[in-house]
T-cell receptor, first 110, second 115 residues
Framework: SQQGEEDPQALSIQEGENATMNCSYK?????LQWYRQNSGRGLVHLIL?????REKHSGRLRVTLDTSKKSSSLLITASRAADTASYFC??????????FGKGTLLTVNP | GAGVSQSPSNKVTEKGKDVELRCDPI?????LYWYRQSLGQGLEFLIY????????KSGLPSDRFSAERTGGSVSTLTIQRTQQEDSAVYLC?????????????FGEGSRLTVL
């Protein structure tokens, strides 16, 4: 079964706009990670946030984590056409399995 | 290159045939994972290797699936008597940490099509 569930399933925006994707999960976690997957390619790690952190930044990416609501959000600011991809959240718990959601397909229109 | 390498990148086979998918992890990474991604879906965990410990095979969907990791490096995922529902992209990832403390590095995947 999949732990994380991304929302929305698909998102279409114009270049320059911000994109926000959400992830909800069910059980306690040690950390939450976000990955990007370009069509037909492997996944690329974007950012990791630990359970004792609330917010983290990396370039144009901002991730928040609310463990009380078991949810996380990924914000991409000033989006570019090259940001078009599927974005997955993945949760790591007390065991070693990283459990992935079904992803959000982001389309950035030039 | 220094990344995770998977082969073949594409495999088309007939129902009932056996297939082998290979993964070369990043040198020195002790953890190796196999995931399966069906069209438009998330990643389904299959199996996990960590060093010399016994692998966690709890995600393998049936006894037609098996995996080996030789010498703590290269891994082979074998699917016997393939079925059409086995069609998917099989992704390999390696890590220098246990997943709950670090990131996974993924290969480009092996796309399997069972006719």
């Amino acid at each position: 079964s999949q732990q994380g569930e991304e929302d929305p399933q698909a998102l279409s925006i114009q270049e320059g706009e911000n994109a926000t994707m959400n992830c909800s999960y069910k059980t306690s976690i040690n950390n939450l990670q976000w990955y990007r997957q370009n069509s037909g390619r492997g996944l690329v790690h974007l950012i990791l946030i630990r359970s004792n952190e609330r917010e983290k930044h990396s370039g144009r990416l901002r991730v928040t984590l609310d463990t009380s609501k078991k949810s996380s959000s990924l914000l991409i600011t000033a989006s570019r056409a090259a940001d078009t991809a599927s974005y997955f959240c993945a949760t790591g718990g007390s065991n070693y399995k990283l459990t992935f959601g079904k992803g959000t397909l982001l389309t950035v229109n030039p | 290159g220094a990344g995770v390498s998977q082969s073949p990148s594409n495999k088309v086979t007939e129902k009932g045939k056996d297939v082998e998918l290979r993964c070369d992890p990043i040198s020195g990474h002790t953890a190796l994972y196999w995931y399966r991604q069906s069209l438009g879906q998330g990643l389904e965990f299959l199996i996990y290797f960590q060093g010399n410990s016994a692998p966690d095979k709890s995600g393998l969907p049936s006894d037609r699936f098996s995996a080996e990791r030789t010498g703590g490096s290269v891994s082979t995922l074998t699917i016997q008597r393939t079925q059409q529902e086995d069609s998917a992209v099989y992704l390999c990832a390696s890590s220098s940490y246990r997943a709950h403390t670090g990131e996974l590095f993924f290969g480009e995947g092996s796309r399997l099509t069972v006719l």
